[in-house]
């Protein structure tokens, strides 16, 4: 179980890391974020979706923690450098070392409009903005990424994949709360 949360949770930012245009980033310059998260991760083959929940701590210098606490406990540190799977000792592991992923899902996070505009064709209205893709190989893993706002901040990502699954990530942003180092 545990390394199908890891793998999903791999999936799913992965996926999130290829994201966004010019005035529809104003939300992003925040350069420290946290908060929590709650993933659903809706697969084709099963009725409900997968739920994962947990807490998120954006810094432009370390990065990005993405903490699951629940179903079970992990912990991911998105860096330039890749993906690491961070033990309970503090070791971390790397899981991928395919930076396009994690500079994708910092320049999310830390409001990179120069790396996602090059990468995504954008449209935005009424409190969204939505992605699509320009790389093939992009594309192949999602078909567009819709970003939802609240109050300058994001409060949903939703990742959907030309296979019909898709991953809807609900943020509530609390900048007094920090994920534990």
Sequence with gaps: MKILIKYLSVISLSMLATTTSAAEFDWLQDSH???DFVQQKHLKILNRPFITKGKY???????LIWQTISPSQSELNISSEGVFEV?????KKLLTNDTRFSQLLLAIFGGDQEQLLAQFEVS???GKTVLVPLDEQVSALFSDITLTLDKNTISEINLNEPNGNSTLILLTPNSDEKVQD
């Design 33 to 35: 974020q946290a908060g």
């Design 57 to 63: 701590q954006y810094n432009k210098e370390a990065g």
């Design 87 to 91: 033990s309970s000792d503090g070791n």
């Design 124 to 126: 935005s209205s009424e």
